[in-house]
């Protein structure tokens, strides 16, 4: 585990209890979409192939495993992977009260070492977490256990461009130590929101091609939700 998912894994360890609240509460305010739209619009994106596997990474409280087993009734297999032991905890106990674990794997991964072999999934999802990890370091495994011409739907919360400008790069760590005692949660060390652009660029350099786009947001200086469906290239990793 990097430093950086130990020290994201150490501030969401207490958060896991009401994560679902309060990253609700947050995306609302900063977005304008509901955290229940928010699932339902990001599974939209997640055009998988029948009897698919699937890997919902930093799975959180499964929400979004959670509502691509329902709509796929029963047609695909889902592994639900945190770093986080609390996230675990609640993400098990949903699962468990939904009566889906025939199809959901609930366990402990990081995205720097996936416990899976090549060419494992066909659909990989990663929601609301990229910023807490080394990007780069992550799509590149995530090309190793994807198949040939995979998919990955991603969604986390970015930087508008006005934070790219000279004055922005003073003011936006401010700003954001000033959001995070406001909405009393820890202050971490190494997260790092990206623009749609920036997105955009790190995938084309990872071999993924963006088929689908999509950002949410209220004002120009706020964080916005970006959405992004992007297939895979092939390359090293294709495998046929």
Not at 52 to 78: F, M, W, Y
Not at 212 to 237: H, M, Q, T
Request: with cysteine.
């Amino acid at each position: 585990m990097s430093k950086r998912e130990r020290l994201a894994a150490k501030a969401f360890e207490d958060f896991a209890v009401d994560y679902d609240e309060q990253i609700g509460r947050g995306m609302a305010r900063d977005t304008g979409v509901e955290y229940g739209d928010f699932i339902l619009k990001f599974i939209k994106l997640c055009d998988s192939p029948q009897e698919c596997n699937v890997l919902d990474l930093a799975t959180g409280t499964a929400s979004v495993a959670l509502a691509l087993a329902r709509r796929e009734d029963g047609e695909c297999r889902i592994a639900a992977v945190d770093i986080t032991q609390g996230m675990l905890r609640q993400a098990k106990r949903k699962v468990e009260e939904a009566g889906l674990g025939k199809y959901i794997y609930v366990c402990n991964g990081s995205g720097n070492g996936l416990p899976f072999v090549d060419g494992s999934f066909s659909l990989v999802t990663c929601s609301l977490a990229f910023h807490h990890m080394h990007v780069a370091d992550v799509l590149e495994e995530l090309k190793r256990v994807l198949t040939s011409h995979g998919r990955l739907v991603m969604a986390d919360m970015g930087a508008p461009p006005a934070w790219r400008k000279p004055w922005g790069r003073v003011i936006v760590p401010f700003y954001l130590m000033v959001r995070r005692l406001r909405d009393r949660r820890p202050i971490r060390s190494g997260s790092k929101m990206y623009t749609l652009h920036e997105w955009k660029s790190l995938l084309s350099q990872a071999g993924f091609s963006t088929t689908e786009e999509v950002c949410f947001f209220k004002g120009n200086w706020r964080p916005r939700l970006i959405l992004i469906s992007a297939v895979l290239s092939g390359g090293d990793y294709d495998q046929g």
